[in-house]
């Protein structure tokens, strides 16, 4: 069926062709012809002088029969052209239809290879993901159980340090005891050193009294006497101070401090880096 629509369609090509070149040189010949005509009639009428009437309708006849004629001529040789193109496009598009179909099964066949690369991927993956569960609840298990254990160190931390924190307070409770028990040391040390100055200036002025009384006459001795006394008393008064703080608390009490060498109330208990200034 093929080959005889082919045979037919040479044929028709062939007749079309034939037809279109005859019609393109009628049309050709009638417009040379009106042209022949018209130069002829110009040269003997304008040249030649001569009175010759123009056939008009002759001429418009012959022209306008040739332009159609060469019209129609070129008109079936673009249809012959058009016809050809068809004819090309159509193999065209059968070759395209082909290949067409050998991508379509060749992207059946790489669908299929995909499909089964896929499944047998997602078999994979499945069996990973099984895997990589169990290994978390396992992690989450044994993570559990060390925050159970920390849980119960922090505890443990936090009753050692609120016993820490106890014994803390006892220590400070006890410095400020043995700070306390220091002053009263301190104290108690001045109290003795000052008893133990008032003693021996007792002592000293007992034995000069004595000496005195025994080497002088009765008018030296009273004399000596009197001396002696004036220095006792001077020397008590100087000796035993008329005011007396036992630590730095009492003299703040009394409004004395800081309490100055030289000033009443000054000891060396109250004044420890010995600068002259006590309860700085």
Request: charged share 25%.
């Amino acid at each position: 069926m093929l080959k005889f629509a082919g045979i037919v369609a040479f044929h028709t090509k062939k007749g079309v062709i034939v037809l279109s070149m005859a019609l393109i040189l009628i049309g050709l010949s009638a417009l040379f012809f009106s042209l022949i005509y018209f130069i002829i009639y110009f040269v003997q009428k304008n040249i030649f002088k001569r009175e010759k009437v123009l056939n008009k309708r002759l001429l418009c006849t012959t022209a306008i029969s040739g332009v159609i004629l060469f019209a129609v001529g070129i008109g079936f040789e673009n249809t012959d052209n058009n016809s050809v193109k068809v004819k090309e496009l159509t193999e065209e598009n059968e070759e395209l239809n082909s290949e067409l179909e050998s991508i379509h099964s060749d992207h059946e066949q790489e669908l299929a290879a995909l499909e089964e690369q896929y499944k047998s991927e997602m078999t994979d993956l499945e069996g990973q993901h099984e895997e990589i569960l169990a290994e978390l609840k396992a992690e989450a298990e044994k993570s559990s159980n060390d925050i159970e254990e920390y849980e119960e160190l922090i505890a443990t931390l936090e009753e050692e340090n609120e016993q820490i924190s106890s014994l803390n307070d006892d220590i400070e409770s006890l410095n400020n005891e043995l700070e306390e028990l220091s002053e009263e040391n301190e104290s108690l040390k001045s109290e003795i050193s000052d008893l133990e100055s008032r003693l021996a200036s007792a002592e000293s002025n007992a034995a000069a009294a004595s000496a005195g009384s025994n080497a002088s006459s009765s008018g030296s001795e009273s004399s000596s006497a009197s001396d002696s006394s004036s220095d006792t008393d001077s020397s008590g008064s100087s000796s035993s101070p008329d005011v007396y703080y036992k630590n730095c608390t009492e003299a703040r009490a009394a409004g004395a401090a800081p309490v100055y060498q030289g000033d009443p109330g000054y000891a060396a208990h109250l004044d420890r880096d010995g600068d002259g200034v006590g309860c700085e």
